[in-house]
């Protein structure tokens, strides 16, 4: 009688404790294997990789809302220049390809939209008027003077995380000036056909430079909305 | 009791051995973007671009793979737009806020919007309908994916927010025409830097895959340096590139020039070229000197001052050789000369003496041994 009482509590211990598994692993989403497979199988998904460009800090995070700060100015009777450097080593412009786009492709900024300007509370300036280098209105369909100049030729270019890639064949582009209609977009690094198909890079040191228009009211709150693209291109 | 307690623990290890294996594991790739995903066979470009030769009024369905490989759910705008030349001939896409009256405005996604949890992605279909009479050749668009805005801009900054974009070349059947020429070939010298630009127009009417190489020889026609690579030169627009040369150390004259090479013929599309040799343009040699890095210009002194001191100083050696075998006469040693007492007679070093009848140390003179020596002095 005693040894069948002691198999019987053995059997509950062991029943609860089943049931406990299952009901673990079920919240966890854990599935299990059939009983009966004597081999581990071990299983791992490598997603699909695509294209991308982002900002990152120097461990490659993305950096959340990155941003670039110009020089600060202050009130000016006469046309001036502040200069700031967009990709530093805690926001780093940074492509990654992994064989998503083996014909070649660009990176290329522009305004969110063409007709944008530097907007403040009640006062603007332009960052795509091309009339006297930026220090007078024309040109172009808003009433406001001021012109970036992106000069990524002065940039560093260098690989990113992959061990094995190399940076010929990408390259950074031009320095160029936006100008509304004529240059909307600037391209500030490509790589061509010939470029690691899986690879990634960073750039770092892009110039910028916004010619102010004289007599610019000062404000502390002048933003611009840009966007860097991406785009698989052959 | 210990029996019991074992058997338990057997079960729970057994158990934990069969739960393991099911564990799975992801990599990720960092970013947002997406690929067609109906790549054709014969075109390995179109698993990278969306590229049509279609007719007008022609509908062909396709779909874009959107993906997030990013750490944290998504929620992406999916969108078309016209393409719009970037500086330097590079492809661009215009922005989601311009109007579109191109290719941008001949797609019509199912979706425009995807929420992606990490890690996954979703396929949206959309369909191109070609206008009745478009113009005949290439159009390109873009179908973009951009993290849709959670209104995080701060004021007085560049706001930086980023998309990611795949082509999509229509080509609209008719007479095709592909051609190229070369506008420009320029060569600056700017700080350490020589830079090359050369220049290509697309005069056809559709875009042109074209390989660029850029030589810089020597004048002797020794490669020193070659750039290049394949490049879409997109309808109607020039391309521009740039190439930096690091000048070299020790300057000179050299030689640059530029080719471009392309596939004239009308069957050839966006990634597939006919089998006809390509057209290769050549542009004119442009011939430059660089000038020395200044290292270089300190030990090309000190080289050219040392050959001159070699120089003079073989060439007196060799007047001295044509003095002495012209003018220098025979002498028989009598007993009691030295090549000293010889020297003091005749006014001149015992060395050159010794030097022009080739007399080592310890420089002793025999009777009867026959030298020259410088002729008489008149007096």
């Known amino acids: ?234 | 009791m210990y029996r019991h307690h074992l058997s338990l623990w057997g079960i729970l290890a057994g158990l934990f051995l069969i739960c393991l294996p099911s564990v799975s594991m992801a990599i990720e790739y960092s970013g947002f973007g997406g690929y067609p995903a109906y790549p054709q066979a014969d075109n390995s470009r179109t698993e990278s671009i969306f590229v049509h030769t279609l007719i007008p009024g022609a509908i062909q369905e396709e779909g874009v793979v959107v993906v997030n490989n990013t750490a944290s759910s998504k929620t992406l705008l999916v969108y078309a737009a016209d393409s719009t030349p970037s500086t330097g001939g590079a492809f661009a896409c215009e922005q989601l806020s311009e109007p579109k009256d191109d290719v941008g405005a001949w797609i019509l996604l199912e979706k425009s919007e995807v929420m992606l949890d990490s890690g996954t992605s979703e396929l949206v279909p959309f369909i191109i309908t070609v206008p009745a009479e478009p113009a005949v050749g290439e159009h390109n668009g873009c179908i973009l994916i951009q993290e849709k805005s959670t209104g995080g801009e701060q004021s007085g900054k560049v706001n930086i927010s980023m998309r990611t974009g795949i082509r999509v070349s229509i080509t609209i059947s008719g007479e095709i025409k592909r051609e190229l020429s070369i506008t420009d070939f320029s060569v600056e010298k700017d700080g350490d830097f020589i830079f090359l630009s050369p220049q290509v127009k697309n005069t056809g009417n559709t875009s042109i895959d074209t390989d660029i190489s850029v030589k810089i020889n020597s004048i002797f026609g020794s490669t020193k340096k070659e750039f290049g690579g394949n490049y879409p030169v997109l309808r109607g627009e020039t391309s521009i590139w740039n190439y930096e040369f690091k000048k070299p150390f020790w300057g000179g004259v050299y030689v640059a020039s530029f080719t471009a090479a392309y596939d004239q013929n009308s069957g050839a599309e966006v990634g597939k070229n006919t089998d006809n040799t390509l057209v290769s343009l050549h542009s004119p040699n442009i011939r430059f000197f660089s000038a020395p890095q200044l290292p270089a210009i300190f030990l090309e002194i000190s080289g050219l001052a040392l050959i001159c001191f070699l120089t003079i100083l073989v060439l007196r050696v060799r007047k001295n050789i044509k003095i002495i075998a012209t003018t220098w006469v025979k002498k028989k040693i009598r007993s009691g000369d030295t090549i000293q007492s010889i020297a003091e007679k005749k006014a001149i070093s015992w060395k050159k003496i010794a030097r022009a009848n080739r007399i080592k140390a310890p420089y002793v003179l025999k009777s009867g041994q026959t030298i020259i020596v410088p002729p008489k002095t008149k007096r």
């Not at chain 1, 200069?83 to 390809?97: C, D, E, L, P, W």
């Not at chain 1, 990524?152 to 209609?181: D, H, I, K, Q, Y």
Request: charged share 10%; net charge negative; glycine share 8%.
């Open chain 1, 1 to 234: 009688m005693k040894i069948i009482s002691e198999t019987k509590n053995k059997w509950y211990i062991i029943s609860a404790v089943l049931f406990l598994v299952f009901c673990v692993s079920g919240i966890l989403g854990i599935t299990l294997q059939v009983f009966a497979s004597a081999t581990t199988s071990l299983t791992q998904t490598i997603n699909s990789g695509t294209l991308s460009v982002d900002i990152v800090d120097a461990s490659f995070v993305t950096v959340a809302s990155p941003t670039v700060a110009l020089g600060s100015a202050s009130f000016s009777f006469s046309c001036q220049t502040t200069t700031g450097t967009f990709g530093t080593a805690s926001q780093k412009i940074y492509v990654s390809n992994p064989d998503a786009a083996d014909g070649g492709w660009s990176v290329s900024l522009a305004a969110s939209d063409p007709t944008n300007v530097w907007d403040s509370a009640g006062t603007d300036f332009d960052f795509n008027d091309p009339t006297t280098s930026g220090c007078a209105d024309g040109a172009d369909a808003d009433s406001v003077g001021g012109q970036l100049t992106v000069d990524p030729s002065v940039g560093t270019l260098a690989v990113g995380e992959c061990a094995s890639c190399v940076v010929t064949n990408v390259s950074l582009g031009a320095s160029a000036s936006f100008s509304e209609g004529a240059v909307n977009s600037i391209t500030i690094l490509s790589g061509t056909a010939a470029s690691n198909d899986i690879g990634d890079w960073t750039a770092i040191g892009v110039s910028l430079s916004q010619t102010i228009p004289a007599e610019q009211p000062a404000a502390s709150d002048y933003d611009i909305n840009l966007v860097l693209s991406i785009i698989a291109s052959s």
